[in-house]
């Protein structure tokens, strides 16, 4: 049996989350999901590698426009956590933004895999598992 790919939801908006989970429960992949609303309890999350209830994630989804951290200051975070851990991850914006200087930053920023417009979609899964 193929190992669980897990996938962090990072979204402010909490039916968002409930949203992603069941396109991605449908997407009949072998995949699990962890969400959070806040963006500083999924840098805790991630840091408490010793905590029993820790998983690391392969992917992270991460919404740019959140009200007490937004998707870049995550990011900036997120760079200084050990290079172990953010080397296997593929980290991809999911936003309903389309401004262009939000994709040219996604673009540019080489943590980023790739940036993914809302809402998320089955396709849209399969594409990032291939």
Do not use: R
């Amino acid at each position: 049996m193929n190992k669980k790919s897990i996938i962090m939801l990072i979204d402010d908006h909490f039916p968002t989350n409930v949203y992603n989970k069941i396109i991605i429960k449908n997407a009949g992949l072998n995949l699990e999901t962890l969400s959070f609303t806040e963006p500083l309890e999924a840098l805790s999350f991630l840091k408490d590698i010793e905590s029993p209830d820790y998983i690391k994630p392969d992917i992270i989804l991460l919404d740019i426009n959140m009200p007490k951290m937004t998707g870049w200051e995550f990011i900036e975070e997120y760079k200084k956590l050990p290079s172990s851990m953010i080397d296997s991850v593929q980290l991809y914006i999911l936003s309903t933004s389309q401004h262009p200087n939000d994709i040219k930053q996604a673009n540019e920023v080489e943590l980023v895999k790739k940036f993914l417009p809302k809402p998320l979609t089955e396709k849209t899964i399969e594409s990032i598992l291939v």
